[in-house]
């Protein structure tokens, strides 16, 4: 079955576009920004949010992120479902920032969610992380671990964003996980034909 992987690709374009107008018109990430002060009158910022970043590395961080991660699950698990995930993630992210944080912009929470259903359904997955090599799932409770600990030592990031875009991602991958995860590729039986072998004997 082939799988439509452009998604994860179109997305990160959009949100690189989102990026340059954003330096271009310098009112855009006012208006589009989630600000729990003003979320009920402009329910859209919920979304609109994930698409606005702060500068050049919060910018590169997520797109690196979403291009390669993305396209890998998006080619695991289909178009429909990864551009749900995406949204889901990035909104369940969005929300459970309302009582800790006052502005909040980024993809952060919806790639979260991209890499908490990829940790569950391709575990074994080699990743580098910090120039190591390591396991999927591995990398995934190291990026889960970091997060817990930048809420008690606050740096500017909404880790519990990325919480709980992870929560969705990883729920999501429990949930698909006897559908997509990987299979093992069978051994084929090895059938030894007993005339070829007394042929070949006579032969010396």
């Known amino acids: 079955m082939k799988y439509n992987i452009r998604s994860a690709l179109w997305l990160s374009l959009i949100i690189f576009i989102v990026f340059l107008l954003q330096a271009v018109f310098k009112g855009l990430t006012d208006?589009?920004?989630?600000?729990?002060?003003?979320?009920?009158?402009?329910?859209?910022?919920?979304?609109?949010?994930?698409?606005?970043?702060?500068?050049?590395?919060?910018?590169?961080y997520n797109l690196f992120a979403l291009a390669l991660f993305g396209t890998i699950l998006e080619h695991v698990i289909g178009s429909r479902k990864f551009l749900i995930l995406f949204f889901v993630s990035g909104l369940a992210a969005s929300l459970v920032s309302l009582p800790f944080y006052t502005r909040v912009l980024g993809a952060s929470g919806a790639v979260f969610g991209i890499?908490?259903?990829?940790?569950?359904?391709?575990?074994?997955?080699?990743?580098?992380?910090?120039?190591?090599?390591?396991?999927?799932?591995?990398?995934?409770?190291?990026?889960?671990?970091?997060?817990?600990?930048?809420?008690?030592?606050?740096?500017?990031?909404?880790?519990?964003?990325?919480?709980?875009?992870?929560?969705?991602?990883?729920?999501?991958?429990?949930y698909y996980r006897k559908r997509f995860r990987e299979k093992r590729e069978k051994k084929e039986d090895v059938h030894i034909d007993e005339d070829k072998v007394k042929e070949w004997e006579k032969s010396f």
């Open 115 to 174: 890499l908490g259903m990829l940790g569950i359904l391709r575990p074994k997955m080699t990743v580098w992380l910090y120039s190591m090599p390591m396991p999927m799932i591995v990398a995934l409770f190291v990026w889960a671990a970091g997060d817990v600990l930048g809420i008690f030592a606050p740096s500017g990031t909404a880790n519990i964003a990325h919480l709980g875009g992870l929560f969705i991602g990883v729920s999501a991958g429990f």
């Open 31 to 60: 208006y589009f920004i989630l600000d729990t002060r003003t979320v009920l009158f402009e329910f859209y910022t919920l979304i609109t949010a994930i698409f606005l970043h702060s500068g050049v590395p919060h910018l590169l």
